[in-house]
Each structure stands twice: as C-alpha cells, then as structure tokens.
C-alpha cells in the first residue's frame, strides 16, 4: 500500500494520499490550506488517478481545498453529516473570532458529497477504510482506519513477533503524538472526546500506527503509555484540555 503526506496551510494540517500501489487509483485524505498543489505533484509523481476525497472532520484547515480538488477531478467529498454544513459555511466550526481568518472568501460545497455512516466500510481505490464516529473535538469526527500487509522482508528485520497485518489509523483531531484535540470551539465537547478516544482507540493493538491531522505519526502503544492527557482514563475530570490545530 501507497501512503504519503505532508503539512500544508498555516495549521500545518496533515494532509495523505492513500492508494493501492503507484499508478493506480487514490484518496485524497483532509486537503486542507493551500494543499491543493502539492496534491497535484503527488498524484502526477506517483502516476495516481483520485477517485475520492475523505474528510475527517469539517473544520477549515482540512477542509480548505476539497471543493477544488473535488470539482477539479469530478470526485466526491465523504464527510459526516454532523460536520457537513461547515464545508458551505466552515465559520459553523470555528466561531467568530477565528472565522475573522475567512474574510470574504465563499465557500460551497463539492459538487457531489457523500455522508460517512458510523461503523461502515467504504472501499475506494481498491482499499476498504473503515469508519468510527468519534465525536468530541466535532460532532462529526470519525477515524479512518486501513489494514496494511508488513512485507516479509520488514518482519525478519523486526523480529518473530512482528504481526503480518498493521492497522493505520487516520486520526483527524481526535488524537496526536502526546496530545489530543481542543474542544474549545463550536460543537466541542471534553468530555465526549475522552469517550471516543477510550472507545474507539485505546482498543486498538499496540502496533496500530496513528496518522493524526497534525504533527508527527505515533502508535497508540506509544500514546496509551506517555500522553498525559490519557493518563488514568477513569480519573477525566482532573486532566488538562487539548489544543491543537482548529
């Protein structure tokens, strides 16, 4: 499987382009501020056709490009329904004094939108992503999870207990690298993002690879073990909130 990214925008809002192998169909995943060129360079080096482009939650900084990407390409936008008014008025999803940053820009909707159903498989460009609703940082967050085969070659080098299968988790807002999402603007909830990250992320195998909206990769091993904001899940109340990104 084909997997790249990078920082783009003024939130440095991670972007990825998930595909079967290069010279095939591809996902774009949250094209957020000023994605859209490096998303052309990617698809033209890697000899990639979008079919599709997954949003994980309607906050601008992933949103920004979609509807150009979408229109240019003719390809759907995948969102949940809960955030979806924000891609035709994205200042739903940040408030006022944020939505300042808009100015006089209007936004519309992709042509075509498709609604994200919670706990469904969405298979496109010849790979099947499940979707979880995990509100809390927006009612309409959901994680993107992808399973991923370990070539032969990294298992000997890894070591005998090196699983065959590695779950990669496109994370969106709701967990990073030793943090977690705010839940400070419209339709945040604190308390609601805890929920969702022990339910539908502390499950996961250690291994899991974590690909999150902003910052580097982590594994949810890695998170379970030092992110301060998970420590004594039970004990929520006494911990500090997230902030990252929109």
């Known amino acids: 499987m084909l997997i790249t990214g990078f920082p783009a925008g003024m939130f440095q809002t991670n972007c990825y382009i998930v595909a079967a192998e290069a010279g095939s169909e591809a996902v774009i995943i949250d094209p957020g501020q000023d994605a859209a060129p490096r998303v052309r360079e990617l698809l033209a080096e890697h000899d990639l056709t979008p079919v599709a482009v997954l949003l994980t939650h309607g906050h601008l900084d992933h949103t920004w490009n979609a509807t150009e990407l979408c229109d240019e390409y003719s390809i759907p936008a995948y969102i949940h329904p809960a955030d979806r008014p924000m891609l035709a008025d994205p200042g739903l999803g940040i408030g006022r004094a944020l939505g300042a940053m808009i100015g006089d820009q209007v936004f519309t909707e992709p042509e075509k939108v498709v609604e994200f159903a919670d706990g469904e498989s969405v298979e496109l460009a010849g790979v099947a992503f499940s979707v979880d609703l995990a509100p809390g940082h927006t009612q309409g967050s959901v994680l993107l999870g992808v399973d991923v085969d370990v070539p032969d070659e990294a298992r000997d080098q890894a070591g005998p207990d090196t699983p065959s299968v590695v779950g990669v988790c496109f994370s969106g807002d709701v967990l990073f690298a030793g943090s977690i999402g705010r839940t400070d603007l419209p339709g945040g909830n604190h308390q609601q993002l805890l929920?969702?990250?022990?339910?539908?992320?502390?499950?996961?195998?250690?291994?899991?690879?974590?690909?999150?909206?902003?910052?580097?990769?982590?594994?949810?091993?890695?998170?379970?073990?030092?992110?301060?904001?998970?420590?004594?899940?039970?004990?929520?109340?006494?911990?500090?909130?997230?902030?990252?990104g929109l």
Request: glycine content about 10%.
């Open 195 to 244: 929920d969702s990250i022990a339910a539908k992320l502390l499950p996961l195998p250690a291994e899991t690879l974590v690909l999150p909206g902003h910052g580097p990769q982590t594994t949810i091993g890695q998170e379970s073990a030092s992110n301060p904001f998970l420590a004594g899940l039970e004990h929520q109340s006494t911990r500090p909130k997230g902030r990252h």
